[in-house]
């Protein structure tokens, strides 16, 4: 069965303190790993889709990358507004998605 | 550019009876994907239609159904409502796969 655990679960971070959010998956035939953020009362926001490995992407402070095993998020520079949680998602060959539980990201002015 | 319409946002029921959600998806949108959403479970995935088939199926009992109409908006229906199926119920519309938008969800709650 294919899983996607993320983790921390929770982070706080000051303005400015740089950090990396990680999605660990096993799949059987990964078409695509996808990144979201939700904010409190809504429903997710499409951010990023990864291929293959050694993949990156970029929107302003954040930053995708994909590796066999794992993705990670990185926060560059984070800003109060940054504060939502990162929900990261793989599809597998039958083209279901699997959703992680999150990582809720709190950054403090 | 409208989004994903969900209604109704929120909703009480009582055990036992049905309720029936709706979503219009983004314009030219045919793919119409929906989840449920707890605290424990997180995001689970119900279903998904493509032109008024449904594609795939996630690991829900019977009494969690779906369907499209041919303008694209889709409908679900949980029968025999029992607590546990409070949760927040989200229907998200797609042109590529993955590449999921979102509406605000239906927020269910089963007394």
């Known amino acids: 069965e294919d899983q996607v655990t993320q983790s921390p679960e929770a982070l706080r971070l000051q303005e400015g303190e740089s950090s990396s959010l990680n999605c660990s998956y096993t799949v059987s035939g990964l078409r695509g790993l996808f990144w979201y953020r939700q904010d409190p009362g809504k429903g997710p926001e499409f951010l990023f889709t990864l291929y293959s490995a050694g993949e990156e992407k970029e929107k302003e402070r954040l930053k995708a990358t994909l590796t066999k095993k794992e993705s990670f998020l990185h926060i560059t520079a984070p800003k109060p507004e940054d504060s939502a949680t990162y929900l990261c998602a793989v599809q597998a060959g039958d083209y279901k998605l699997s959703f992680g539980a999150g990582t809720t990201v709190t950054v403090r002015a | 550019k409208a989004g994903v319409t969900q209604t109704p946002r929120y909703l009480i029921k009582t055990r036992g009876q049905q309720v029936t959600l709706s979503c219009s998806p983004i314009s030219g949108h045919r793919s119409v994907s929906w989840y449920q959403q707890t605290p424990g479970q997180g995001l689970q995935f119900l279903f998904e239609?493509?032109?008024?088939?449904?594609?795939n199926k996630g690991n829900f009992p019977g009494r969690f159904s779906g369907r499209q109409f041919s303008n694209s908006r889709s409908e679900m229906n949980v029968s025999t409502l029992e607590l546990g199926d409070s949760a927040l119920y989200l229907c998200a519309s797609s042109l590529k796969a993955g590449e999921l938008f979102f509406g605000e969800g239906s927020r269910l709650t089963v007394l």
């Open positions: 239609y493509f032109s008024e088939t449904q594609r």
